[in-house]
């Protein structure tokens, strides 16, 4: 794990992630077997054949929390930079960054370390050929990634059993499945109370809106008559209320949306160790825009129906009386 932070100079980092050299977890150098390194290359569309000479080169993941199609961490300014201890020239040896890969979710190398570290992919035996120059190769140690099996206690107790009868020394083994199991369930369990209760306002607040224009509507039927008795077709009392639906839901816009903005904003800065601006959701918004007018429009519409065929003379009298 490197300490040196040359590799993450503001000028390697792109607008979003200026902060990142804060909120990193650390540099962490992973070496990769040469047969899935390459691959990792090719599915980048990086040429191999510099990643094999006499310098340990290695290349950068340009992604800290590990999600596809995200924005890029870091800027062509870092290749060429190096990432080393205190002292280049002692194990780890120093590792020249040659490229830039992008986050693959299905590939397993993407996933070795948690996210929130600045992840440095190397071929295996290029770093241990480089770490034997100032280390004795037989005190190097080495960790593999996570394994999947559909019997995890088996699996560690083979694993158990290899380590303890091989020459082997000083080995951890790590069984995840139960934690990731409690995990698993609280995290079902908060999006379900989330989800549920985001859907329970979501409804209260549509049949309230229902309620009401459809009340308003209703309350209107001797206007309604009286636009019919001087001639006003049906295609003109259409068009007052598609008025009014647009009047409406941009009043609502006008007023939730910078709300929202404000609200999400604060919740933003709640967030610890952050390392990226803050940046509304736009495609949200522009749903919830269309939302809000099909909403209205879809009311203001059923509610027109009802009094489509008003007698305008009973109409009237009604609500003289």
Do not use: W
Request: glycine share 6%; net charge negative; hydrophobic share 45%.
């Amino acid at each position: 794990m490197p300490v040196n932070e040359n590799i993450l100079d503001p000028e390697c980092l792109t607008d979003e992630y200026k902060t990142l050299p804060d909120k990193t977890d650390g540099i962490m150098v992973i070496t990769v077997e040469d047969v899935d390194f390459d691959a990792l290359l090719e599915e980048n569309g990086i040429d191999r054949s510099g990643y094999y000479g006499n310098e340990l080169k290695g290349v950068i993941l340009d992604s800290f929390l590990h999600t596809e199609n995200s924005k890029s961490v870091f800027t062509d300014t870092v290749i060429g930079r190096r990432a080393y201890y205190d002292d280049p020239a002692l194990n780890p040896p120093a590792v020249e960054i040659g490229g830039i890969v992008s986050y693959k979710e299905d590939n397993y190398v993407c996933n070795l370390v948690p996210k929130k570290t600045v992840d440095v992919y190397v071929p295996a035996s290029m770093y241990f050929k480089k770490a034997a120059e100032n280390i004795d190769s037989s005190t190097l140690s080495y960790s593999f990634g996570v394994f999947h099996t559909g019997d995890p206690k088996a699996l560690e107790e083979k694993i158990g059993n290899l380590t303890a009868n091989g020459d082997y020394h000083n080995c951890v083994v790590h069984n995840l499945s139960d934690s990731i199991a409690v995990m698993d369930t609280v995290s079902l369990m908060l999006n379900t109370a989330m989800y549920g209760f985001t859907i329970l306002l979501t409804l209260i607040a549509m049949a309230n809106i229902v309620n009401t224009i459809s009340t308003a509507v209703l309350m209107r039927r001797q206007e309604f008559a009286m636009f019919r008795s001087v001639g006003m077709e049906e295609k003109g009392i259409r068009r007052m209320l598609l008025l009014e639906t647009f009047l409406y839901g941009f009043r609502a816009l006008l007023i939730g949306i910078p709300i929202s903005l404000l609200l999400s904003y604060l919740m933003f800065n709640t967030i610890a160790g952050r390392v990226f601006a803050f940046e509304p959701d736009y495609p949200m918004y522009i749903i919830m825009i269309f939302a809000v007018f099909a909403v209205v429009g879809l009311c203001m519409l059923l509610s027109s129906n009802k009094i489509k065929n008003d007698n305008i003379i009973e109409a009237l009298k009604e609500d003289a009386v």
